[in-house]
């Protein structure tokens, strides 16, 4: 299994998950995220850790399964950074 990161997808997805494409843009974001597995993984951290900066941010202390999702999507999308 070999999968190519893809650069410039990366940053349709920072858009993406800041809400600033236009319908259209996100559609296409949502077809990418479908068929790329890269950017799908990529996609579910981003957004775990944004939920987990916006729980930090109001004070919130991080849940347990929160915390478990983290690390097991940052394993998922890189896996060589223990190595
Ligand atoms: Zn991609």
Not at 23 to 52: M, N, P, S, V, W
Not at 58 to 66: F, I, N
Request: with cysteine; proline share 4%; charged share 35%.
């Amino acid at each position: 299994m070999s999968e190519t990161p893809c650069t410039k997808c990366e940053r349709l997805l920072q858009l993406y998950l800041d809400g600033e494409l236009d319908k259209t843009e996100a559609g296409e974001a949502e077809i990418h995220l479908d068929t790329c597995g890269y950017c799908r993984r990529q996609y579910r951290f981003e957004r775990a850790f944004r939920e987990y900066l916006r729980q930090a941010l109001a004070g919130e202390s991080m849940s347990p399964e929160l915390r478990v999702k983290l690390v097991a999507l940052r394993t998922a999308a890189h896996p060589d950074d223990h190595a």
